[in-house]
């Protein structure tokens, strides 16, 4: 076997280490796809992705997904996804921690391209 680093991570020694809402991290990364950590609180920017699916696993809290023509309420341990081309837009209540599995090339704010809420440049932890 090569050198190869392998690590676990703590999901809620992550989630610890930022405060801010709708800023994802990045905590991995495997076959092109990155494994992300937010904070939701209050509503985000209705948006879709044309070319990735999205999946929303509920850590902390929960959350509601509204699609134009229904929401979905995601609890802890539940997780939703999202096809690409369906227009969504989440919304927490109150605070709610998640774990988002997706493309590395997603943008959170999709088909918005630039937002005050679009982040591009993600920090790892």
Not at 12 to 19: D, P, V, W, Y
């Amino acid at each position: 076997m090569t050198d190869v680093k392998i690590d676990k991570v703590n999901i809620a020694e992550k989630l610890s280490l930022f405060q801010d809402h709708w800023n994802p991290r990045i905590v991995g990364e495997l076959n092109g796809q990155h494994v992300k950590l937010a904070k939701f609180s209050g509503p985000f920017d209705w948006h879709y992705h044309e070319q990735e699916d999205e999946l929303f696993l509920v850590v902390k809290g929960s959350f509601d997904m509204e699609f134009r023509d229904k929401i979905i309420t995601v609890n802890p341990g539940e997780f939703l996804i999202v096809p690409r081309g369906v227009e969504h837009r989440p919304i927490a209540n109150e605070e709610a921690e998640i774990l988002l599995f997706e493309p590395a090339t997603t943008v959170n704010t999709g088909n918005l391209k630039q937002s005050d809420r679009t982040r591009t440049n993600l920090e790892r932890l």
